[in-house]
């Protein structure tokens, strides 16, 4: 890597490590992940949202349901990516109108996760989806209420990610409520998600709570994520890379 004229990285974490390690502060940049906003920019109400899905078919009496969704791996490397703290979390909720999604596991992480909602108690509240394109991603999360990304307290979700998910959900309109992690916090301040402590299912559970009981503040948080998340659109993202490619090419 030494050797390289530049250096592009996804935090502030990994250029301070980099710098630690004798780089150039000069030439270390970080662009964090973006979003395709005009796949996950969408129009539809929850109730359009949720009909051009067909989610009828799988959440009964779907017209009371508020729906908290989590999108993308279930497991990485075998690793819990939050899922378990959901589940967890709706037994403390005692709310027979929430309804969790899960869109994006592997057959064999869905049949894990479901043996684990049955074990709970909650599995008739709960449907576990495969993986679905990014319009259907953009789908789902305009048929939600809530958006959950729970990331639990361990390095790499810690320091070094920058995950789509906290793009594709700020581009929602959708509340989020997310792990208090750096690496996130990078990205979303107070203003744009309520933030629990990771591995805290009681701390979840509240902030699910509290955003169900307060529409003024979902609205507020997800509108300001939707204003935000517009500098982080893969075209801005990357015209900054073509312009930092050319600055250090060498004339020719």
Known sequence: LRRVDHIVV????????????????????????????SVFVRSES?????????????????????????TGSLRTMGVDKGVTDILSALTMLDRSDVFFCAVGGTPEDIAFYERMARDLGVLP???????ASKEDLALFQRASDI???????????????????????????RPIIASS?????????????LFCQPGNTEDLAKQIGRLLGDSQLSAQLATRAMKEVEKYDQKVR???????LVSTLPLL
């Open 10 to 37: 996804t935090n502030s974490f990994i250029k301070k490590k980099f710098i630690e390690h004798k780089f150039s502060d000069d030439t270390v940049t970080v662009l964090p992940n973006g979003v395709d906003l």
């Open 181 to 193: 992690l750096p690496s996130i916090k990078e990205v979303l301040s107070e203003d744009m998600a």
């Open 46 to 70: 929850t109730s359009e949202a949720r009909a051009k899905l067909q989610l009828e078919k799988h959440i009964p009496n779907i017209e009371k349901k508020k729906i908290l969704l989590y």
């Open 125 to 131: 509240h709960v449907r576990f989806f495969p993986r």
């Open 147 to 173: 958006l959950l990304m729970p990331f639990p307290k361990l390095a790499h979700y810690e320091y070094f990610m920058s995950p789509l998910k906290t793009f594709e959900y700020m581009a929602s309109g």
């Open 238 to 244: 990357a015209k900054k890379l073509l312009s930092l």
